[in-house]
């Protein structure tokens, strides 16, 4: 009994030394591990790096791109410290809200797209909620404010990407200045654009018991100028004379759930449709999808504005959404926010399918000959063989690098500050005994062809550490389109 004392400090040093032990032999197996993971983050840059340059813009003939509806003034902001400060306790009940007229419903409605970090887009009725909201999000602690907008994001990164640019859009003057010196407005100025509150929040924020899974945001908007496209009638004037390569249609989400006036939506769209169809034949139309919940305008646009595209872009949502309704279903409100390679590949095959049969014989419609979506860990492009698009390689690549420059907000990416999350290898798809395509970091951008296409895949080095997920599907969009055109 008397070694007890002795036998136990033995035991104690020995226990430290073997405890010292442990974390040096984890040291030295995790510093070569760690480096290879870095060395592996480099060859991918550097290879999607060589890729993109693989095609200049023509600076002699700089491309020519209109692009329309709208545009407003963006409040960026943490989320969570928005809905703390104005003390919105997080719902029990989480709620799917296709208009947010409340308190409870925005509380609902956020816990309800939060947890999986689902990108999501509201209107928001109650115009002192949303005073309230902008308000308070102008006294917060690292607000910033930005150029917001389908149309005017797209802009301001196809004219840095060396196009010109014609953008149908009202704008402040304040606003104005902010928008390239390659883009011109038309539309009539107004005093007080439309505002947009974007909700930003990063991967693991927590808001009470809820937990992001990603980096994403929630949007509340209260528009009176972008849903009524009344820019359409000067950017139609001006159309014709700019002769633009390619015609790029967006924003039209800010329809939904609109309060319009009888009528007032579907004139509108008419007279959107008219100025499509009498766009050449020659000029490819790309229309940009974004966050819709109002079954019936997406019922409108799949008979107004999606027939006359020959070309659609969209993410990991937006892309079940439409293909549910194409196929008599209805409006999928949230999807998997992490979708595999293989299920994204086998929906764009059957949008792509659906699509082209639909168009058979259809009076004014145009060829569907592209479809880009984008989501967190990989671009997926597809393009009909023998079709106007070009460079499809060097562009899926080019969208993977501006995916990780817009939301790490540099242009130059630092591996540092990024990751890998698409697998090592991916099955083209669901069907059993499928091919598989490995990851190779010396060559990421993986190109093959099916059908009467070509389908590029490539892996997102993903920002680790976020400034803003805001206008990333449009600036990815847009630097994909420019090298096609």
Not at 52 to 60: A, G, L
Not at 347 to 375: F, P
Request: aromatic share 6%; hydrophobic share 40%; glycine share 8%.
């Amino acid at each position: 009994m008397a070694n007890g004392p002795k036998s136990s400090s033995s035991l104690l040093r020995y226990g430290t030394v073997a405890s010292l032990l442990v974390i040096l032999l984890a040291l030295w197996y995790r510093s070569p591990v760690q480096h290879s993971l870095d060395h592996r983050l480099d060859t991918v840059l550097t290879s999607l790096l060589r890729a993109e340059s693989k095609v200049d813009i023509d600076s002699f003939r700089r491309p020519k791109v209109a692009i329309g509806f709208g545009g407003c003034v963006d409040i960026i902001v943490d989320g969570v410290k928005l809905l703390n400060e104005i003390g919105l306790k997080p719902s029990k009940t989480p709620f799917h809200h296709d208009c947010i007229e409340s308190r409870e419903q925005l509380s609902q409605s956020f816990a309800y797209f939060f947890p999986p970090g689902a990108a999501s887009e509201r209107f928001l009725s109650n115009d002192t909620l949303f005073n309230e909201l902008v308000e308070a999000s102008r006294g917060l602690q690292g607000n910033r404010w930005a150029l917001g907008g389908n149309a005017a994001v797209m802009a301001n990164r196809l004219a840095s990407e060396g196009c010109d640019v014609l953008l149908g859009g009202r704008f402040s003057p304040e606003v104005t200045e902010v928008l390239s010196d390659h883009v011109t407005v038309a539309g009539k100025p107004v005093e007080d654009p439309d505002i947009h509150l974007i909700l930003e929040y990063p991967t693991g924020a927590k808001w009470g018991e809820y937990v992001s899974r990603r980096a994403n945001r929630y949007i509340v908007h209260s528009d009176d100028h972008n849903p009524l496209l009344d820019s359409l009638e000067d950017f139609e004037e001006q159309l014709q004379a700019f002769r633009p390569d390619l015609l790029v249609i967006g924003g039209l989400q800010m329809m939904d759930n609109f309060p319009f006036e009888k009528d007032v939506r579907e004139a509108r769209l008419e007279r959107l449709n008219a100025m499509m169809l009498s766009v050449d034949e020659a000029t490819d139309i790309h229309f940009e999808m974004a966050s819709f919940v109002d079954e019936g305008l997406m019922r409108a646009l799949l008979s107004q504005v999606v027939p006359h595209a020959s070309s659609l872009g969209m993410n990991e949502q937006e892309l079940p959404n439409l293909l549910s309704l194409l196929k008599g279903g209805n409006v999928t409100v949230l999807s998997d926010p992490n979708p595999r390679v293989a299920t994204v590949l086998d929906q764009m095959r059957e949008l792509y399918r659906l699509l082209s049969t639909e168009r058979q014989g259809q009076a004014g419609g145009r060829r569907l000959t592209r479809l880009h979506v984008h989501t967190l860990a990989f671009q997926a492009i597809i393009v009909t063989t023998g079709s106007p698009w070009k460079n499809t390689m060097s562009a899926t690549a080019k969208a993977s690098l501006t995916a990780n420059r817009h939301v790490c907000g540099s242009p130059d990416i630092n591996p540092g500050k990024a990751k890998l999350i698409m697998d090592d290898s991916f099955s083209i798809s669901r069907q059993e005994g499928s091919q598989r395509m490995p990851l190779l970091e010396t060559k990421p951008v993986a190109c093959w062809l099916e059908a009467d296409y070509e389908v590029c895949v490539a892996p997102v080095l993903v920002c680790t550490d976020v400034y803003q997920t805001a206008g990333g599907g449009d600036n990815v969009s847009a630097a994909g389109l420019v090298l096609q055109i």
